[in-house]
């Protein structure tokens, strides 16, 4: 939901795992590294640490992170680099607001083109390989799996509006912000209910159901905020 990056409530990124480009390596190791904890929110970013790390020119490094903070998902400071954005509590929670729209169209638009005849295995299998992942409890492997179920319902639904569109959330970062503890759980009980809705093609219920994932994500991330503050108070 291609440049790689953003994504849905998750990471519905839909750029290829494989990097086309030297450029392409550095911009999909820093959005995956976040979705990886190998970067943070506030983190600086220098370049030659990141040529020296992803074995590319700075050149490349340079261009990946304009293509970084055009998406958002970095901030350039003249004269002192670049850092991984952080978003206010404010933000995050307008985040969720945008995705959670968009994450309905996504699923309303796969389930009409699945009733139009479009094939029912490319989700189908990509649901498989999640389950898979999330039973081995690698989260490499469960995030690379997670991208593919998105990548599966984008291509299903054949939206050029969708593909233009979804990679502009921000969700990378809230996810690197926020982890509360029920999300792994919160995931795969809303894939299989959206996936559910998809595949019988009923437009509504995959809409209610993309939606409603989000808005138990949010649940989740508002009660974490909460709690993070109640701490910070003490």
């Known amino acids: 939901m291609p440049s790689i990056a953003p994504s849905l409530p998750d990471s519905p990124d839909t750029g290829a795992d494989t990097p086309q480009s030297a450029a392409d390596a550095v911009f999909h190791g820093i959005v995956q590294g976040l979705a990886q904890q190998r970067f943070v929110p506030g983190q600086r970013l220098v370049e030659v640490d990141l040529a020296a790390q992803f074995g ?30 952080t978003l206010s509590a404010r933000e995050t929670l307008e985040v969720l607001d945008v995705a959670e729209r968009m994450t309905g169209l996504l699923a309303r638009s796969a389930a009409r083109a ?15 390989r999640l389950h898979e992942a999330d039973r081995g409890q690698d989260q490499d492997v469960f995030a690379s799996a997670r991208r593919a179920l998105y990548r599966a319902l984008l291509a299903t639904s054949g939206s050029r509006e969708l593909r233009r569109l979804l990679p502009t959330i921000h ?19 809303d894939y299989r209910a959206m996936c559910e809705a998809v595949l019988q093609g009923d437009e509504d219920a995959a809409d209610a159901a993309g939606m409603q994932h989000v808005r138990n994500v949010r649940e989740a991330i508002e009660a974490a905020i909460a709690s993070d503050l109640g701490q910070a108070r003490r």
Do not use: T, W
């Open 114 to 128: 699945v009733a139009a005849g479009a094939p029912r295995a490319p989700i189908e299998d990509a649901l498989a």
């Open 171 to 189: 969700m990378p970062i809230v996810y690197a912000q926020h982890r509360p503890a029920a999300l792994q759980r919160i995931r795969m009980r």
């Open 56 to 85: 590319v020119s700075r050149n490349s490094v340079r261009e990946a992170l304009q293509r970084l903070a055009a998406e958002g998902l970095v901030d350039l400071f003249r004269n002192k680099g670049a850092a991984i954005r």
